[in-house]
């Protein structure tokens, strides 16, 4: 054993003392005689997580030694305390901690002393805090909001419900709308399938067409057959309002909506893309009119665009749509378009990819949705109309669903980027229970788990409580609350899911409803943020789908391999 050198210094306020060993392994200056307490590794008050804290340490200014006849203790329980062996001048309190639990740590008068002077004693201290944070399944709600739900829809609850806080379900995008390429590459890189699978309804407008058809459900049938729970959301493309009011078409007559003419058309027309429609609506067709778009040198957009006959179909419904290739968009974002063609008169051009419809474009004005008579509800109440006949098929099928609609509301709350969110929270909470009250209600889907999607930044910091919480639609009308986070593959994001936590008071479970690159669930575990399940979005470009952007090293493998982690085949809900 190392001989102690003790050095005695006199001072005017007292005695300090330092000590080194012959290894030359030495201690600060100490402040003096008496058992000072330096520092207490817990604040008073303080909120922790029971799995993060296995020890409490308090360190003194000078050697120290336990007194057992002095028990310190934890809730009445009495512990065990030790001297740190490398300085001695550290009392670490081994502890053992419940969630959410208030605690009280009761230190007495003498608990410890000076190694070398029993008679100087430290003084007592009482330390109260509590480890009511993480995950507590005993505060969620029990059971779906819809009390007719389906047998499926309770069975996927009350999977997320068993597993919650202790295993992560996968999912991924399938593609981008209705199939499951994504989730089969990832099945190539990871030898795993997604144990949710996520579809879209962004093209309902467009289907049934040969290209896309929702009345079709065997994709979602495939998925849910083979073990994995479908999840949908909905981009929700409506008409952006280009051009409105009455312009006669008689004789090759034209409507020019280009820079020449109508200025202000082009910040419609920048967010064309290939897939993009144009609708061109109309009155007072004659049997012979036809149709034609051209670009604004006049030249065909595309070669069946330069003239066509309008149909007796379309005369009928007073509108015609043409769907654009790359090609065609590139013309329409340089010059704009000039709708032409004969005998009929043109009373509105519309853009019809639209979700991204911002408060500083209104095309299409959320305030206005729940106003009967307006363009905008009768467009919605069509909209949902149509969407209640897609669902009802999956019902039908004893399909549940994850449905995520109206999600990123707010965008950043800097700015918005879905037209859902153009004239602010208070509207889009309405939108939101209008939605779920009318397809369950009106429409009796009961297949629907419904999941709100909280905007967790403002910015790039974390938003405050009061604003997450002054977006919310309820608790009645939510089942759970996701969040979508494009940041550092497998970093850890648990202050995100924190703040969700507390904004919803603990009461739903929390699921990372898209995210780019994949999370780190060994660090969300340890700090008892491990997300209800995961949902990482699609990527692809002209050779199919790809990790092109996003978890670029072998992030699919790595998490889907993950023993936290459930993919297809892990559980059965049959």
């Known amino acids: 054993m190392n001989k102690l050198k003790y050095y005695f210094i006199a001072a005017l306020v007292g005695m300090s003392l330092s000590a080194c060993n012959d290894d030359d392994n030495s201690y600060n200056m100490l402040d003096g005689l008496g058992m000072v307490n330096r520092s207490v590794s817990i604040a008073d008050g303080v909120t922790v997580r029971a799995n993060t804290l296995d020890r409490i340490t308090l360190d003194y200014n000078n050697l120290v030694e336990i007194n057992p006849d002095k028990p310190v203790t934890l809730n009445g329980q009495t512990l065990a305390p030790v001297v740190n062996p490398e300085n001695r001048m550290q009392v670490i309190i081994p502890v053992a901690l419940q969630s959410y639990t208030d605690y009280t740590l009761v230190i007495p008068d003498g608990a410890f002393h000076r190694s070398d002077d029993p008679k100087v004693m430290a003084e007592g201290m009482t330390i109260t805090f509590n480890t009511n944070t993480g995950v507590n399944v005993a505060n969620l709600a029990q059971s779906l909001i819809n009390p007719n739900a389906t047998p499926e829809a309770k069975k996927v609850y009350q999977l997320l419900l068993d597993n919650y806080g202790n295993k992560q379900l996968s999912g991924a995008m399938g593609e981008v709308a209705w199939g499951t390429a994504f989730c089969d590459l990832i099945k190539n890189n990871s030898g795993k399938f997604p144990a949710i699978v996520g579809f879209d309804y962004i093209h309902l407008a467009s289907s049934p067409s040969n290209w896309i058809d929702y009345g079709d459900i065997t994709p979602v049938q495939t998925v849910w057959d083979a073990g994995s729970i479908p999840a949908v959301c909905w981009h929700w493309n409506v008409p952006m309002e280009v051009w409105a009011g009455q312009s006669e078409i008689g004789n090759w007559g034209a409507l020019r909506l ?45 070669s ?227 997300w209800s399940f995961f949902m990482g979005w699609y990527e692809q470009d002209a050779n199919g789908p790809g990790f092109l952007t996003w978890n670029l090293n072998g992030e699919w493998n790595t998490v889907l391999n993950n023993p936290l982690v459930l993919n297809q085949g892990d559980f059965s809900l049959k």
């Open 258 to 302: 280009d820079k020449a003419e109508v200025p202000d058309a082009m910040t419609f027309w920048q967010n064309a893309g290939d897939g993009t429609y144009i609708v061109v609506k109309f009155k007072d067709a004659a049997a012979d009119a036809q149709g034609s778009l051209k670009d604004s040198d006049w030249g065909g957009l595309m």
């Open 304 to 530: 069946s665009t330069e003239y066509f006959d309008l149909t007796p179909d379309q005369i009928a419904a007073g509108e015609y749509r043409v769907r654009l290739n790359s090609e065609a968009a590139e013309k329409v974002r340089n010059g704009g378009l000039i709708v032409s063609g004969q005998n009929y008169t043109v009373t509105g051009v519309y853009f019809e990819f639209t979700c991204r419809d911002t408060k500083e474009v209104k095309g299409f004005d959320a305030s206005k949705v729940l106003t009967p008579g307006t363009r905008e509800n009768t467009v919605a109440t069509a909209d949902v109309a149509k969407l209640a006949d897609y669902l009802k098929l999956l019902q039908d099928a004893n399909i549940p669903v994850l449905f995520r609609p109206f999600h990123e509301a707010a965008g950043a709350y800097q700015w918005t980027w879905f037209w859902w969110g153009n004239s602010g929270v208070e509207v889009t909470k309405e939108l939101w229970i209008w939605l779920h009250d009318t397809l369950t209600n009106d429409y009796g889907l009961n297949n629907l788990i419904w999941v709100w999607t909280a905007n967790y930044n403002y910015g790039m910091d974390l938003a405050d409580i009061e604003t997450l919480q002054s977006e919310y639609p309820g608790d009645a009308y939510v089942d759970i609350v996701g969040t979508d986070i494009y940041k550092e593959a497998m970093s850890d994001q648990s202050a995100i899911f924190n703040l969700i936590q507390e904004a919803v008071n603990g009461s739903k479970i929390i699921a990372l409803t898209e995210t780019g690159n994949l999370l780190d669930p060994d660090s969300q575990f340890e700090n008892s943020a491990l």
